[in-house]
């Protein structure tokens, strides 16, 4: 008799124990339909309107591109004559820059310099007159030439960068692109420049250019990204004229 009280008393735990494990399993069904699902419809729209607007921007950059090119192609022929007919050196300088995430390319200008400009850069670079000693600047550089000095005054010597864009290298606006020797030297706040496409001109060249340091440089950069727009880029676009007919900053 009390074997079989027992085994009623053990069968009844069971039981309601098997009942309060039911119950918790469908609690905890309950909250989780409770719980908020991420809005697909709403994600799937930004991811949409993000992919358009590169879209837009990059049909800017080659349409702009070209445009400058036909424009500017009388221009851009007597500057190469110019160059070669000075010292008989080449034309475009090549060289290679960081662009977005770090990737390496091609950079093209024309030549301001003398032919062993990079050679002799090491000597000068205690007379840099970076603020931040990041970037190398001088204001009276000795391997500038002639034709150089005009040129990088009124940032001709940037033109041949259009075909940058048009190989999807770069963008007509965006932060200007660095040398991997000034990336070594880069904090984690400063590699946020490279989240994005680098550009022909950016916000601080038409804010000062060369005369803004370089700390400034990369929070105008940074302030650039975290507000990018097609309006934005029209802007600076407008107010790269001014800057490029002054030649202000620029050495």
């Known amino acids: 008799m009390k074997k079989k009280a027992s085994a009623l008393v053990a069968s009844a735990t069971a039981t309601a124990e098997e009942q309060r494990r039911r119950q918790a399993i469908v609690a905890e069904i309950f909250a989780r339909e409770k719980q908020p699902r991420p809005n697909t419809m709403k994600l ?3 991811d949409s309107t993000l992919a358009f607007a590169r879209g837009l921007k990059r049909f800017i950059d080659i349409m702009g591109s070209l445009a400058a ?3 500017l192609s009388p221009l851009l022929l007597v500057v190469a004559m110019l ?3 000075e010292d008989g050196g080449s034309i475009i300088y090549r060289q290679v820059r960081v662009g977005k995430d770090g990737r390496h390319f091609q950079f093209y200008k024309f030549r301001s310099m003398h032919e062993n400009a990079d050679r002799i850069k090491a000597a000068l670079n205690q007379q840099n007159q970076s603020a931040d000693g990041v970037i190398f600047k001088m204001k009276r550089d000795p391997r500038v030439t ?7 005054r009124y940032s001709i010597d940037e033109m041949p960068q259009l075909f940058n864009v048009l190989a999807g290298d770069m963008s007509l606006v965006g932060p200007r692109p660095p040398l991997p020797d000034e990336v070594t030297q880069y904090t984690l706040e400063d590699r946020k420049r490279l989240h994005v496409m680098p550009g022909i001109t950016c916000i601080w060249q038409v804010s000062g250019r060369s005369d803004i340091p370089f700390k400034q440089q990369v929070q105008l950069d940074k302030e650039y990204i975290h507000s990018q727009s097609l309006r934005k880029d029209l802007w600076i676009l407008l107010k790269t004229i001014p800057a490029v007919i002054f030649g202000k900053g620029a050495y």
């Open 146 to 152: 002639r034709i150089g000095r005009f040129i990088r």
């Open 69 to 71: 090119l036909v424009v």
């Open 83 to 85: 160059i070669k007919l």
């Open 44 to 46: 799937v729209l930004w």
